[in-house]
């Protein structure tokens, strides 16, 4: 009778933590944020009301995001690519200052007082969320010879978008954007989409497919990190990840059906979500 309650409690953990990693990975492929800032505060609840998740410590939590954050990230990466969303080109030059941003936040995770950090970083994140409510004129209004140094031409379903990008200023942002992810498990797309969009003008449809490249990069690394600090708990990693794939296909297949408007929208009232969820948190 023992055996059979401890496979029930293991099997209704299964079955928790694949629906957990199902809803993130489509959340957060469909608005390019990777899904860690649905999971995190998810895993942290469950820890302090469930003795099932008693494994779930504030490390563990966010080395089990970066792997989730691998497997939603590929895929969604795959089916963005299909359809040609995806700027590699920008994706890399922001992994410039990202890569090496992950694996020191990764390593500051150990030493930084969460929970005041998180109460500035959710005001960020909201100020971010409110410019965007702000009327931005199209590029290619703006482009004249005199300020076309550094301009990008993408084509998405016959339709052609242009817009500029900065390496210094790219890989000065990706590289806090890619510390904040190490730290806090959230993959960086709360803030690399609404730079993207914000500062460069990029499309929104553009802005989350190149999203998850960057944090399919950047979760790697990351984790690697907290493998090496000894901060994985693999037994459940292996729980999230069918989910994780899952959502993230389907994640990538809703957002191709949506109008950009419909996309910016959504995106502003979840990343005001995300900032409150931080400063209260």
Known sequence: MYDLFIKVGISLIFIICLTIGLITAFAGSLLGLGGG???IPTLLFLHQYSASFAWATPQTIVSISLIVMIF????STISYA???RVDFRTGILFLLGSIPGGILGSWLNQFVDVDRFSLYF??????LSMLMFIKREPVEHQVTPQNARGLRTFVVNGETYYYTVSVWLSSFISLIVGMLSGMFGIGGGAMFVP???LLFRI???IATATSMFLILITSLISSVTHIILGHMT???VLFFIPGAWVGGIIGAKVNQLLKSR???WLLRFVLIVIGLRLMFS
Not at 72 to 75: G, N, P, R
Not at 122 to 127: A, E, K, N, P, S
């Open 195 to 197: 730079t993207m969009i």
């Open 82 to 84: 299909k359809k040609n």
């Open 122 to 127: 959710g005001i960020l994140i909201i100020f």
């Open 37 to 39: 800032v649905i999971l």
């Open 203 to 205: 499309p929104p449809h």
């Open 72 to 75: 939603t990230a590929l895929s």
């Open 234 to 236: 693999w037994t459940y």
């Open 262 to 264: 419909i996309l910016e």
